[in-house]
Every structure is written in C-alpha cells, then in structure tokens.
T-cell receptor
Framework: GDSVTQMEGPVTLSEEAFLTINCTYT??????LFWYVQYPGEGLQLLLK?????DKGSNKGFEATYRKETTSFHLEKGSVQVSDSAVYFC???????????????FGQGTILTVHP | NAGVTQTPKFQVLKTGQSMTLQCAQD?????MYWYRQDPGMGLRLIYY???????DKGEVPNGYNVSRLNKREFSLRLESAAPSQTSVYFC????????????????FGPGTRLTVT
C-alpha cells in the first residue's frame, strides 16, 4: 500500500537557520504530494502542494519539489522564524489507478521548534 | 464562511460509555473524512464518505461507526468507548477526488480531544 516516511524529529533550530525536513514516499498510481502544518492546539492547514513530477510547491517561504526519480518531497526554508514552530506532515493522495484513491496517507509528523 | 467545525472540543468518557462527535462543513464539499491523531503515528483514516449517501472504512475503523446525515454533516460514533480510543479526532472535507477541477486538498476542523478513562 501507499506510505510516507518523514525524518525523525524533533528538530530544534535557531531563528534564521536553514530548514530541511525529509520526506520520501511509496505509492501506486501517480500521487499528488502535500505538506500540512499543525500549529499548537489547532487543526491541520495545507502549507503547499505539488501534483506532478518536477512541480515545485511554495508558500510562506517554504518550498518542496516533487522528485519522481527519488520518490521524495523534501520541505525547505531558507530562514526560519519562531512563528514556524509547529508539527509538519508530509502526505500523498493517489489519483485514478492508485490503491488508496482519494484518501490522504500521512507521514508520522516532524516537530519543529525554533528558538530566538 | 466557517469552513469545517467540530463539536465538542474536549470530552472525557469512562470505559463503556458512548458518544457522538459532530462535524459540519459549509464549503459544499462532496467528500468528508474522520481521522485520529496519535503521538508518533501521524493521522490515520477511520472512515470516509466519498459523497452523500456513501460511507467506507478507512485504516482503523474498529470500534467506530459513522453517519453521513446530509451533504454538510458527518458524525462519528463510539458505541462503547475504550482507553485505546483516547486520541485527538479530526474531521476533514474535500471536493470529490477525480472530479474536474479537484485539487485533492482536504480542509480540516480544529479537532476533538477525547480521553477515555
């Protein structure tokens, strides 16, 4: 079945540091890929997405590129802020032909803490 | 436009008690989902409803039932709560996957934190 593997956390950084959170996946069909963010005490919000190979999703200074050859969708930000402290989830959804058609499959989440 | 709303926000149950978690969306979405979130395990799909009138099991359906009351509302019922059901429950909605213009994006409610003692 489909699966998503994220780098183990927690990740602790100083403000203005560079962030990478690794995400790799296995899927049948042609998945769309997502990064969701969960701030303390809240539900999940879509951060960015990419729907086909080589697409780059970007939002709020975060970027991730859909790499079909390495089955990866790593999240990056050049300069993190304290307000970026949250839990980040990588996820995929397979389109027609996939075994998990229409259903999101999540990674286990990575806790990010940014100190001033 | 409230998006996805869930009630209650917090609940404590004793083992064996029953309760229903309510979810409603005002985005005219066809598909709705119930997830549970446990530490270190991400979100796992309990049940989903691809469209009004249909429901299907997800990854972890045991101990739960659902009702798609109408297009807006999708409830999750615990008939006999167990400590293993202590978790945070999220409802989500989306356009029907595979339909023209569907972005597959799911919109999440704020969650219900349930403790079963």
């Amino acid at each position: 079945g489909d699966s998503v593997t994220q780098m183990e956390g927690p990740v602790t950084l100083s403000e203005e540091a560079f962030l990478t959170i690794n995400c790799t996946y296995t899927a049948t069909g042609y998945p769309s890929l997502f990064w969701y963010v969960q701030y303390p005490g809240e539900g999940l919000q879509l951060l960015l997405k990419a729907t086909k190979a080589d697409d780059k999703g970007s939002n709020k200074g975060f970027e991730a590129t859909y790499r079909k050859e390495t089955t990866s969708f790593h999240l990056e930000k050049g300069s993190v802020q304290v307000s970026d402290s949250a839990v980040y989830f990588c996820a995929l959804i397979t389109g027609a032909g996939g075994t998990s058609y229409g259903k999101l499959t999540f990674g286990q989440g990575t806790i990010l803490t940014v100190h001033p | 436009n409230a998006g996805v709303t869930q009630t209650p926000k917090f609940q404590v149950l004793k083992t064996g008690q029953s309760m229903t978690l309510q979810c409603a969306q005002d985005m005219n979405h066809n598909s709705m989902y119930w997830y549970r979130q446990d530490p270190g395990m991400g979100l796992r799909l309990i049940y989903y409803s691809a469209s009004e009138g249909t429901t299907d099991k997800g990854e972890v359906p045991n101990g739960y039932n659902v009702s798609r009351l109408n297009k807006r509302e999708f409830s999750l019922r615990l008939e006999s709560a167990a400590p293993s059901q202590t978790s945070v429950y999220f409802c989500a909605s989306s356009t029907l996957p595979g339909t023209s213009g569907s972005s597959y994006e799911q919109y999440f409610g704020p969650g219900t934190r349930l403790t079963v003692t």
